[in-house]
């Protein structure tokens, strides 16, 4: 499993002191100025302690947990953007499967933002322990970023930690954007019956499992249908539980599934005074957001790096993107502004919000760029296209591997299918095979292909496994 090593450095720890004051120390990000080894973004008061403090724990929590493979150590520090009006705390769980967000909002907030821009935030176990005290009546302001920065000389950090980054945990959040960007909502869940569903739940871990709206509620389904909602490891949504006697409704997006239909993620978003708290769960416990496959169509045309540089030259940590206005401003047909977004979201630069309906800016501060190129499903359909083994006769391609062919079939309504394993076993829902790949790029006259984000992972894998040579027994 390729990973990297990331040095989060803070000048000090970050602290809840006795007046009140939550001081987040930030490490090396992006502003609007550029990189910044220790940005500013807030300084003000928070409306609401109490809930705050218990949802940003339930980020911090999320970051340092593996809901599949528990015994293995996770330790990530939650990612801040401020958008001006808002301030985003992301997470990922270390086996890739859940993505936190908590989003608090301009009504939330009584203070300044200083700068737009991207940081990891130190969220230690003395400040995780501080947060659990807060109560509804304390005063809590919020510090994002070292005060006095720019009149002091720091000699190095005080704090300083080397955290492996697996590719694959880079590639979750490209991976969650591109799964639900297109999700609509299921559900709607009053605070009472959603603190009553929640709780109602299992604890332990289970299979996939599939509900349906029923009155004020949710309901378990015996199978999957029209206006199901599939939650596999329900256990996953723990850290919703403590903000339920906050909460105002639950809202669960999803897919539009049809009878038999294959397990799919899904989105739950808790409302709370002034912010929102996002959970999106992976399709299975055993199954993380990096091998979704998702973003590969979108990343294999020609045109799509350069559409990308000519969309990321207008974002400045927007908390709206609109694909509409944007290809106004640019002059590309809507599709592919869609897809530039895409390649952006590759490198952590765009994040999806279920409750705007609208794409965000953020620059992940990690090196994102590195786990962007590693895609070997993208690589396998590129060297087939380099040793000119596609032919097109008619609606079927032939694409020779080897010492064998496989056969891509173009249906009436423009979808490929193909004879290998691969799309055999997932029928597209793991994003296309490298012959699909290879065999798209050439119909529509390509002949290489963009790096992006690699969707080849089929299930959690703890050993040092060749990509390549996996993609290529495919």
Same mark, same amino acid.
């Given at each position: 499993m390729t990973s990297t090593a990331q040095i989060y450095g803070y000048v000090r720890p970050s602290s809840l002191a006795p007046s009140g004051l939550l001081d987040l120390q930030t490490s090396g990000g992006t502003t609007t100025a550029g990189p =910044?080894?220790?940005?500013?973004?807030?300084?003000?008061? &928070?409306?609401?302690?109490?809930?705050?403090? =218990?949802?940003?724990?339930?980020?911090?929590?999320?970051?340092?947990? %593996?809901y599949w493979r528990p015994n293995l150590?996770? &330790?990530?520090?939650?990612?801040?953007?401020?958008?001006?009006?808002?301030?985003?705390?992301?997470?990922?769980?270390?086996?890739?499967g859940v993505y936190a967000r908590l989003d608090v909002l301009d009504e939330g907030m009584d203070g300044l933002a200083l700068d737009r821009g991207t940081t990891n935030v130190d969220v230690n176990n003395d400040l995780r322990l501080a947060l659990t005290r807060v109560r509804?009546?304390?005063?809590?302001? &919020?510090?994002?970023?070292?005060?006095?920065?720019?009149?002091?000389?720091?000699?190095g950090t005080v704090v300083e930690r080397k955290v492996p980054l697996p590719a694959r945990w880079l590639r979750g959040f490209a991976e969650v954007q591109a799964v639900t960007s297109g999700y609509d909502l299921r559900a709607e869940l009053a605070a009472a019956d959603a603190a009553r569903f929640l709780r109602g739940l299992p604890t332990a871990p289970r299979g996939v499992q599939w509900l349906v709206p029923a009155g004020r509620t949710l309901r378990l389904a015996a199978s999957p249908g029209p206006?199901?909602?599939?939650?596999?490891?329900?256990?996953?949504?723990?850290?919703l539980l403590p903000l339920l006697r906050f909460g105002g409704k639950l809202?669960?997006?999803?897919?539009?599934?049809?009878?038999?239909?294959?397990?799919?993620?899904?989105? /739950?978003?808790?409302d709370l005074p002034g912010m929102r708290l996002v959970l999106t769960l992976s399709p299975e416990i055993t199954r993380g957001f990096s091998g979704e496959g998702a973003v590969l169509s979108a990343l294999a045309g020609d045109d799509v790096i350069d559409d990308a540089e000519a969309v990321a030259a207008l974002l400045a940590f927007d908390a709206r993107i609109e694909p509409d206005v944007l290809a106004e401003q640019?002059?590309?047909?809507?599709?592919?502004?869609?897809?530039?977004?895409?390649? +952006?979201?590759? =490198?952590? %630069?765009?994040?999806?919000?279920?409750?705007? =309906?609208?794409?965000?800016?953020?620059? &992940?501060?990690?090196?994102?760029?590195r786990a962007a190129k590693q895609n070997p499903r993208l690589r396998a359909a590129r060297d087939l296209l380099d040793a000119g083994a596609v032919r097109w006769d008619g609606d079927i391609a032939t694409v020779k591997v080897e010492d064998h062919a496989q056969r891509v079939r173009l249906a009436g309504d423009g979808a490929l299918s193909c004879?290998? +394993? /691969?799309?055999?076993?997932?029928q597209?829902?793991?994003?296309?095979?490298?012959?699909? +790949?290879? *065999?798209? *790029?050439?119909?529509?006259?390509?002949?290489?292909?963009?790096?992006?984000?690699? *969707?080849?992972?089929?299930s959690y894998s703890y050993s040092d496994v060749n990509d390549d040579a996996a993609v290529s027994a495919r």
């Open positions: =910044a080894a220790h940005p500013r973004f807030f300084s003000g008061f &928070l409306g609401e302690a109490e809930p705050a403090a =218990a949802a940003l724990l339930g980020v911090a929590n999320v970051a340092q947990a %593996r150590a996770a &330790l990530r520090d939650p990612v801040v953007t401020c958008n001006g009006d808002r301030l985003r705390f992301e997470s990922f769980s270390g086996c890739c509804g009546g304390d005063p809590l302001k &919020l510090e994002v970023g070292p005060e006095g920065l720019e009149a002091t000389t720091f000699d206006g199901a909602i599939c939650v596999a490891g329900p256990q996953r949504l723990k850290e809202r669960v997006y999803g897919p539009n599934v049809a009878r038999g239909a294959h397990p799919a993620a899904s989105v /739950w978003q808790l640019t002059g590309l047909p809507v599709a592919r502004v869609r897809a530039a977004l895409t390649q +952006l979201g590759t =490198a952590g %630069r765009v994040g999806y919000d279920h409750a705007d =309906a609208a794409y965000f800016h953020r620059e &992940l501060p990690y090196d994102a760029e004879t290998c +394993l /691969w799309y055999a076993k997932y597209g829902g793991r994003g296309p095979c490298k012959h699909i +790949l290879a *065999a798209d *790029a050439y119909r529509r006259g390509e002949r290489g292909l963009t790096d992006g984000a690699d *969707a080849d992972s089929d």
